[in-house]
DNA sequence: AATTAGCACTCTCGTGGTGAGAGTGCTAAA
DNA sequence: TTTAGCACTCTCACCACGAGAGTGCTAATT
C-alpha cells in the first residue's frame, strides 16, 4: 500500500470537510475556490483521479463532484483528523450538567443521551453501566399486603432489582427483616454459583429466597448491556441521506433492536474502559448499516461495571466533534460509576 | 347531522377494510368484484359521491379511487366495528406470556410493548404505572465505600428510586441500619409534605437523608409518565405512507419525544382505567400527527398507580386488532398491578 | 516533470409532450 | 331507483431535449 503524498492528503481532508458541510458531490471548483488553493482545478482534477484509483474517493456518476468512500472517512478520521478536543466553554456546560444531576444516578443515562445528541448533532445510545461480575450485595423484604412481598435485591454496582414473591401463609415484616439480615450476612459479596451452593442449608423460607436471588442474578450474568438509553432520533432522521427508507432501516434497528445493537456493540466495541471506536459505513460487515456512521465509547470501571454509549449518524457525520464527545461525556460517566461504586 | 343509509355504512365499511388491505384508493369496480355486491359500479359511485359530499371519503384526485377521511375512520370505528375481542388462541399465548413473567416487574412492560407491537402491527408505547399519589414505604441505606452511602427508597405502589450521599465521616452499616429502622418507623405511608414536617424533630444525620428523601419524593411526584418502553418501530416505518418524510416525522416524535408523548397523553387520554381511546390522524389538534393514528389505553389501579400504554400506527391501521389487544394487554397489566400493589 | 488551459464529452435534472390506463361523473334508458 | 354507456380527467411511465455542471484528456506552458 502506497502512502499519499502531502497534497493528496490535503485534497481528501477538504472533500471530507466539504462534503460534510452539504450533502452534494463536491467538485474541483468549489474546493479551489472556497479554501484558496493555489493549484488550478486541474491540478486538484488529477489529484481526486488518483485518489480515486486508490480508493479513497468515489463518484455517483461520470460527471458529478467526488465523494468520500469509507476508506476515504477511515483515513480522515484516523490520519488527519488528530487529538480533537471539544472547546472549553462546551466542556464546562457539559460537565457541569452532570455536576447537578451527579447524586441522581437515574438521571445520568438520559441526560448522557442528550448531551451527545445535541452536541454530536446526532443520535445518541447509552447503555446502562452493567457489573461484569455478578456479586450479592444486600437484600430487603418488604411486606406489601397479605401474602405478597417485594424483593428488592441490591448487586454490587448498584444494579436493583425488584421482584414479587408471594408466601404460603403471612408473615410478620419483622421475620422479614430478621430472614434479610441473616442473607446478607451470609451472601454478601458471592455470587450465583457460590450462593447456590449454600441454599441446601438454610430453613424453609429463606432457601426460597435464596433460590429467588440466585435466579435473578443468573438473569442478571446473562445480560450483556443494561438498560438502553436513546436521544436525538427524529433529528437525525431528518438529514437527507435518510429520506431513502432502506438508509433509514439500519440506523432506526440499530437504535432500537436490543439485539442488532447489542450485536454491533460486541462485534465493534473493544471492553477497554476509554477506548472510542469508530465504524464507519458498517464496514461491510453491517449491511444495513451502509449510510450509517458509529462513534462508539466504553465507559465505567474495569472489571467492576461498564456500559457503552455512542453516537449514530449519517457516514457525512461532525466526526470530530463526535469523537470528542463521546470521549469527554465517556469520562465523565467514568468519573460518576468510580464514585459510586469504588470511592 | 344527517343519518346515512344502511348502504352508505357497508360501502363506508368496505372503503376502510379495503383501503387498510392495501394502501391504493379504492375504486367502485373493485368494492363490487371483491365483496360481491349486488349493485352496479354505477349505484356505488353514486353513493361514493353522497359520502365525500358528507365529509367521510376523499379523492386523492378527480379520477383516482377513495379513500376514507379522518371522520370516515372514525365513523367506523365508533359505528361500524363492533365490539372485536382477539381470537381465543392468541388471548391464550398472550396470557400465557404474561403468566411465565408475573413475578418479574422488570419484564412487563416490554413484554407488554412487544405483544401489543406484534399484534396490532404497529409501534407500542407503554409507559410504567406510576403512583397517583407519591407516599413513603421504606428505606435502606447502603454502605458502600468509605464515605459513601446508596440509598434505596421504595415507594408505595413499588416505585424504588436510588440515590448516592457521601457523609461527612465514614458509619458503620450498623449505624446505618438503625438509621433506617427509625425513619422507617416514622415516615411509614407518608407524602412528601407530611415527611417535611418531622425534619426537624430528627437528627443531624437522619434529617440529612429525610431531605434526601423529601427531594427525591417531590420529585416523583412532578413526574406524569413513568419510564417509556418502545417496540415495532422500525416495522411500521416501513409502510408505505411514511416514506415520505413529513409523515414520518410525528410517528417518531411521539414514540422518541417525551415531552410530545405527554402532551398527546394528557390531552386525549381518559385518566379512567379500561378506556381505550382512538386518535386519529391528529384529530386536528396534532398537525405532526395527520397520517397516525393512536389508539391509547390506561392500565393500572385507580388512586394507586396508572401507566398508558398504545399503539401507534399509520391511519390506515388495522383498528379492530388495536383496539382488541390494547383493551386485552390493558386488562393483564392491571391483574398484574393490582396483585402487585393491592393483593 | 509538474502544472495548467482548453475543450470535448458525459451525465443529471428539469421541462414538456404523448399515449395508455384507470376511474369517475353524467346522461339517458330501463 | 338503478344501471349501461361514454366522455372526460387525471396519473404515470416514457421519451426527447437542452441547459448546466463537472470531468478527463491533450497539448501547451513553466
Known amino acids: 500500500m502506497e502512502e499519499l503524498t502531502p497534497r493528496q492528503q490535503t485534497i481528501l481532508g477538504l472533500v471530507v470537510r466539504e462534503y460534510v458541510k452539504s450533502p452534494n458531490p463536491v467538485s474541483s471548483r468549489a474546493l479551489v475556490e472556497n479554501y484558496g488553493l493555489q493549484v488550478s482545478t486541474a491540478t486538484v482534477r488529477n489529484e481526486m483521479a488518483r485518489l480515486e484509483e486508490l480508493g479513497y474517493l468515489t463518484h455517483p456518476h461520470t460527471s458529478a463532484g467526488r465523494i468520500p468512500t469509507p476508506k476515504g472517512y477511515h483515513h480522515f478520521v484516523e490520519r488527519l483528523?488528530?487529538?480533537?478536543?471539544?472547546?472549553?466553554?462546551?466542556?464546562?456546560?457539559?460537565?457541569?450538567?452532570?455536576?447537578?444531576?451527579?447524586?441522581?444516578?437515574?438521571?445520568?443515562?438520559?441526560?448522557?443521551?442528550?448531551?451527545l445528541a445535541h452536541t454530536a448533532q446526532g443520535a445518541a445510545l447509552v447503555t446502562a453501566p452493567l457489573a461484569t461480575e455478578v456479586r450479592y450485595k444486600h437484600l430487603q423484604l418488604i411486606s406489601t399486603q397479605g401474602r405478597a412481598v417485594l424483593l428488592v435485591l441490591v448487586l454490587r454496582g448498584g444494579m436493583v432489582k425488584q421482584q414479587m414473591l408471594s408466601l404460603p401463609e403471612p408473615l410478620d415484616q419483622q421475620v422479614l427483616d430478621e430472614a434479610s439480615d441473616r442473607l446478607n450476612q451470609h451472601f454478601n459479596g458471592l455470587t450465583a454459583d457460590e450462593i447456590g451452593g449454600h441454599v441446601a442449608d438454610l430453613p424453609a423460607f429463606e432457601s426460597q429466597v435464596a433460590d429467588l436471588v440466585t435466579d435473578l442474578m443468573r438473569r442478571?450474568?446473562?445480560?450483556?448491556?443494561?438498560?438502553?438509553?436513546?436521544?436525538?432520533l427524529s433529528r437525525v432522521l431528518q438529514q437527507p441521506e435518510f429520506s431513502e427508507q432502506e438508509h433509514a432501516q439500519g440506523l432506526i434497528r440499530v437504535m432500537e433492536e436490543r439485539s442488532f445493537l447489542e450485536a454491533v456493540l460486541a462485534d465493534a466495541l473493544s471492553p477497554e474502559v476509554g477506548s472510542v471506536q469508530v465504524l464507519i459505513g458498517g464496514e461491510g460487515r453491517w449491511d444495513?448499516?451502509?449510510?450509517?456512521?458509529?462513534?462508539?465509547?466504553?465507559?465505567?470501571?474495569?472489571?467492576?461495571?461498564?456500559?457503552?454509549?455512542?453516537?449514530?449518524?449519517?457516514?457525512?457525520?461532525?466526526?470530530?466533534?463526535?469523537?470528542?464527545?463521546?470521549?469527554?461525556?465517556?469520562?465523565?460517566?467514568?468519573?460518576?460509576?468510580?464514585?459510586m461504586y469504588v470511592g
Chains 1, 2 share one sequence.
Open 81 to 115: 483528523l488528530g487529538e480533537v478536543e471539544l472547546p472549553v466553554h462546551e466542556q464546562r456546560t457539559i460537565a457541569h450538567q452532570f455536576y447537578q444531576a451527579r447524586q441522581d444516578f437515574s438521571q445520568w443515562m438520559p441526560l448522557a443521551a442528550s448531551v
Open 220 to 232: 442478571a450474568e446473562r445480560h450483556t448491556t443494561g438498560e438502553i438509553y436513546r436521544d436525538g
Open 288 to 339: 444495513e448499516l451502509r449510510a450509517c456512521s458509529l462513534v462508539l465509547g466504553r465507559y465505567g470501571v474495569s472489571g467492576f461495571a461498564t456500559g457503552a454509549l455512542g453516537v449514530v449518524g449519517p457516514t457525512r457525520m461532525l466526526y470530530g466533534r463526535a469523537i470528542s464527545v463521546v470521549r469527554f461525556v465517556s469520562d465523565l460517566l467514568s468519573d460518576l460509576v468510580y464514585d
